[in-house]
């Protein structure tokens, strides 16, 4: 049953406004998320841009989190002319790097700014995790070994065992684009089931 609440007096987005940010090159986010989107809930993108940086090593990627860093927060400057409800930070390497707490920087960094709740890729993912009862996880990441490193490292303080981060052994998978979307409606009271992109949406 779709919560008819009126949030707002936006035309299309009167249930909820989300703001996405990804990087300018991405061009799978954006247009996932608008297949996922229920009536009332309306997506706003916003871009920022990276350096043409050809990851073939460790150092590579970390130039590529760095760069990441310091173009995050004008990106969410930018986003909030359309005046979200809620913001998606759609590039989840950052999210992973500095652990638990790290996350916890990101997340109350931009809420402050913002004045808006954040959904970040490893709360997102943590958060869904969670939902299902994972114990044992495998993780597929398109990252480099320096970053599967971090990304076991806050799976672990989270209190699961991942079992391999460049494999997969698990018995459920989870999307991070899927868990990204499905942790934004939860938080903000949209719960109806949305089929066809797995368990997380159209039962939890």
């Known amino acids: ?3 008819s609440k009126v949030r707002n007096d936006d035309a299309l987005g009167w249930r909820l406004k989300l703001g996405v940010i990804v990087p300018a090159t991405n061009t799978i986010v954006e247009p996932e998320f ?4 229920p009536a009332g ?3 706003h993108t916003g871009r920022f841009p990276l350096k043409d940086i050809r990851i073939s090593s460790n150092n590579d990627f970390e130039r590529l989190v760095a760069d990441i860093h310091a173009n995050l927060d004008r990106a969410v400057d930018d986003l909030m002319s359309v005046a979200p409800d ?3 930070v759609g590039v989840s390497a950052e999210s ?3 652990g638990t707490d790290g996350a916890e920087v990101i997340r109350n960094r931009l809420a402050e700014k913002t004045g808006v709740s954040i959904t970040l890729g490893s709360d997102a993912a943590r958060v869904a995790l969670e939902a299902v009862a994972a114990q044992r996880i495998g993780v597929l990441t398109p990252y480099w070994p320096v970053a599967d490193e971090r990304v076991r490292q806050y799976f672990n303080q989270c209190g699961f065992t991942a079992v391999r981060v460049t494999g997969l052994k698990a018995t459920s998978v989870i999307a991070i684009n899927v868990a990204l979307y499905w942790h934004a409606l939860r938080q903000n009271g949209i719960n109806e089931p949305i089929p066809g992109f797995g368990r997380l949406l159209k039962n939890l």
């Open 1 to 3: 049953m779709v919560d």
């Open 96 to 98: 992973f790097w500095d």
């Open 41 to 43: 809930v309306t997506c």
């Open 86 to 88: 809620h913001i998606v």
């Open 34 to 37: 608008h297949s996922i989107t």
